[in-house]
Each structure stands twice: as structure tokens, then as C-alpha cells.
């Protein structure tokens, strides 16, 4: 795939969607379709893959809302960028089996996300989560799950873009700053946007504060856009933008 730096956002999706529909996987129209025309109460769990970096409170978020029969879906592999992320802990405790990759392997991003591609079809995975995956993914993942790689950010998008979205929100002054989940694409924080809740700031807050109540919102909102996906309730328009039925 050609460099982001060399191609327009819409040439990025456009080439990532041409390498999906040459693969013949299922877009996330057909899978919602396919679940949205089974009486609910045959639906199976939705399986997903889950990919993280570091302490995995939203895989607990989604582990919890599992347990408490809140959401219909089963994650059937973590995947951590790092051997020392507590999330690892958090999947073992779970039962869920985990993966992760050597330095080696992630020194060739394309090659990273080949493995990582191969080894959630293995599992058996749907969709992919992201949840505090501090890596951009690539194209082999992105074709391989077509626009099934979802992702949560601590701010209102497009606004905040980047890994540091809660303390540029906080830095600016903003009196309201939120929680997004989108569809991850070749583009950095620029996929079509499933959902947003906002978060007014209070005086007196310190970022850390600001902190604390993003992550209180997105232990809630994440559970809810799977459950989502697990409804069958989430359809992707033709211009990039998600009806929510």
C-alpha cells in the first residue's frame, strides 16, 4: 500500500476498500445485515479480538458487561502490543487467550499486522476492538476485517486528533470535551463515527481529574457500541458517515 504522506484521505480508503473487495471478506453492511435478520434471541455472541497496549480497563468494561449479561458477545483473543500491558493480566484472569508479538516482528508494521490479521480469523473473530492499542493499523488488518476495526478516542472528533486527546483538550480550555468510538481507517483518527457522548468540564478540574471521568464514559459507551454490533443496528453510507437503526 502507498504512503499515507502520498495520498489523499479518500485515495488511502479508497485503495484499503479496493484491497478488501479483492479479498472477498465480508464488510460490516453484510455482517449487520446477516445479524439484524435473526430474531434476537438466536443470535449468537458476537465474537470480537481485542487489541491493547497497556492497562485494559476497557476490555475489563467489556469483560464486565459480558458477565453481568449486558452484552452479547464473547472475546475470543487479546492481542497486546506489550508484554508488560496489565490487560494481558486481565484476559488471563478471564480465560481469554491472549497474543503477544515480538519487538522483531513490530519493526515491520505491514508484517505485524499480517500476524495479527491471521491470527484473529484463527480465533475465530468478527471484529476488532481497539482498546488503548497505541499502533496505527495497517492495511492487511484493515482489508482483513473491512471496516470492522473499531476504535475509541478520549475527545470529540475531529476535534483532539492524536494520542494525547485528553490533555489537548484540557491544555485549549475546552468547556466540553467527550468520549468518540469510530470505525478506525488508513487515516489517524478519521474514520466514519459510530457514536459520541459528551462531557462538560467543570471548573476546578485538573487534567487528571479530566481523566478519570473520560475513562467513567468510555466504560460505558464501549459496551453500548458493541452491543451495537451485536444487534446488528450499525450500517456504514456510502459517504463515510454511520446510521445508527
Known amino acids: 500500500m502507498s504512503s499515507k504522506d502520498e495520498l489523499s484521505l479518500d485515495a488511502v480508503v479508497a485503495e484499503v476498500a479496493a484491497v478488501a473487495c479483492a479479498s472477498g471478506m465480508p464488510d460490516i453492511n453484510q455482517l449487520q445485515d446477516a445479524r439484524a435478520a435473526q430474531p434476537e434471541a438466536e443470535r449468537a455472541p458476537l465474537p470480537i479480538g481485542v487489541l491493547l497496549s497497556g492497562s485494559g480497563t476497557n476490555l475489563q468494561a467489556l469483560i464486565d458487561a459480558i458477565e453481568a449479561g449486558e452484552l452479547n458477545a464473547q472475546v475470543k483473543l487479546v492481542v497486546s502490543s506489550r508484554p508488560s500491558a496489565y490487560g494481558l493480566k486481565r484476559a488471563e484472569t478471564a480465560g481469554i487467550q491472549t497474543l503477544t508479538l515480538s519487538k522483531e516482528i513490530y519493526a515491520d508494521p505491514i508484517q505485524a499486522d499480517e500476524v495479527i490479521a491471521h491470527e484473529l480469523l484463527a480465533a475465530g473473530c468478527e471484529y476488532v476492538i481497539m482498546a488503548g492499542y ?34 489537548d483538550a484540557f491544555d485549549r480550555g475546552v468547556k466540553v470535551t467527550g468520549v468518540t468510538v469510530h470505525i478506525a481507517n488508513a487515516a489517524y483518527d478519521m474514520g466514519p463515527i459510530i457514536a459520541q457522548r459528551a462531557l462538560a ?16 464514559i468510555e466504560h460505558v459507551l464501549y459496551p453500548e457500541v458493541v452491543q451495537m454490533l451485536a444487534d446488528g443496528r450499525i450500517r456504514v453510507r456510502e459517504n463515510l458517515t454511520v446510521e445508527v437503526r
Open 134 to 167: 497505541m499502533r496505527m493499523v495497517h492495511a492487511p488488518l484493515l482489508a482483513t476485517f473491512p471496516n470492522r476495526v473499531i476504535n475509541i478516542h478520549p475527545a470529540l472528533l475531529p476535534s483532539f486528533q492524536g494520542a494525547h486527546g485528553i490533555q
Open 201 to 216: 468540564v467543570e471548573e476546578g478540574w485538573d487534567v487528571d481529574t479530566l481523566e478519570e471521568h473520560i475513562h467513567a
